[in-house]
């Protein structure tokens, strides 16, 4: 595997999840598979459980590690080709990013939206220019619009938790104070839609996420409708993607917040977030503090699809 930003970067899916499940029983396995190889993780934004997983599931491999903070001792960068740099940019990423590529062998790299240029966003440009440009297999831990490890670590949980073999899982739009990106909704779409689960998705009118990985899963504006009968709820807020609210909060309708009375709703349903979760606004406290709240276990889980992926790119460089 030379990158991985999508869920078609796993090949077949079912492989790819039993392969995880050997690196979940197992870790410690490959412990020399990446001997003297380098990993280099490149956050422009913040993280908790990305950043150790990542880590970690690197030391499992044997790798040694290194993480760069753009914004914190690192020069301010340039991204945008063209600019005469007379302001308070000191180094274009087209020279920096071949630089870090040549200290290291595998590149993860954090790259959030920055919702002033929808186009910029869309085409996931950081993330391309450093498959582009460093010369090295590059994963996306977080990028405009994808977040694939959060997505891989998502489908493990479920598939860790089912109680059948097609189980109903939803994801909800719950509301948040800031404008938040849609990667992880897209990632979490792009993977339900090639598993094997009844996937619908819900949210208020005006949050419709791209087509492109909502692929004609059903939406349902009723949340309360979409509840009925689910496995598994994953509550996540994102901002409105469709022009001309690229970025904007429509709504902060703590209506849309998962509660017992909804969850009473479902199936019995195992509560899902990706973490970090502002508690009563997205969820209440008792439903994140549940039994049937698994937030932590599938946190826990990132720490798998990292090691399962960094593993297949080691593998490859072979
Ligand atoms: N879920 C997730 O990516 O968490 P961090 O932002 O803390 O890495």
């Known amino acids: 595997m030379r990158t991985y930003t999508n869920v078609k970067d796993l090949g077949n899916l079912q492989q790819a999840l039993n392969e995880a499940f050997e690196v ?7 412990d020399t598979l990446g001997k003297n190889k380098t990993l280099l993780m490149v956050f422009f934004n913040s993280s908790l459980r990305t950043r150790l997983s990542t880590q970690k599931a690197g030391m499992n491999l044997g790798m040694n590690t290194m993480v760069l ?21 000191t180094e274009h990423i087209l020279e920096a990013i071949p630089v870090m590529g040549s200290y290291c062998d595998i590149i993860g790299v954090r790259s959030f939206a920055r919702f002033e240029n929808k186009e910029f966003d869309c085409q996931d440009t950081i993330l391309k220019q450093f498959i582009q440009y460093s010369g090295k297999p590059v994963f ?3 990028g405009a619009i994808g977040h694939p490890l959060q997505a891989f670590a998502d489908l493990i949980t479920i598939e860790q938790y089912k109680k059948t073999d097609r189980p109903k899982v939803v ?3 719950a509301p948040h104070p800031k404008a938040l990106p849609q990667a992880v909704p897209n990632s979490f779409a792009d993977f339900m839609n090639e598993a094997n689960v009844d996937f619908v998705i819900t949210h208020p009118k005006g949050y419709e996420l791209d087509e492109k990985f909502v692929r004609g899963a059903r939406v349902e504006y009723d949340q309360r409708k979409a509840f009925e009968g689910a496995d598994f709820i994953y509550a996540k807020n994102w901002s409105a993607f469709q022009d001309p609210h690229y970025g904007q909060i429509l709504s ?5 917040t998962v509660d017992t009375e909804k969850m009473a709703l479902t ?4 509560f899902m977030h990706c973490l970090p979760v502002r508690r009563n606004m997205i969820v209440t406290d008792d439903v994140i503090e549940s039994p049937q709240s698994i937030v932590i276990p599938q ?3 990132r720490e798998v699809s990292a090691q399962t992926v960094i593993k297949r790119m080691l593998e490859a460089l072979k």
Do not use: C, H
Request: proline share 2%.
């Open 24 to 30: 979940k029983n197992n870790p410690y396995k490959w």
């Open 69 to 89: 903070d753009i914004n914190q001792g690192a020069w301010k960068l340039e991204t945008e080709r063209g600019v005469i740099m007379d302001g308070d940019t």
């Open 140 to 142: 996306s831990m977080e």
């Open 171 to 173: 994801l909800t739009w």
């Open 252 to 256: 902060k309708d703590r209506d849309w």
């Open 267 to 270: 199936n019995n349903a195992y």
């Open 299 to 301: 946190a826990a889980n």
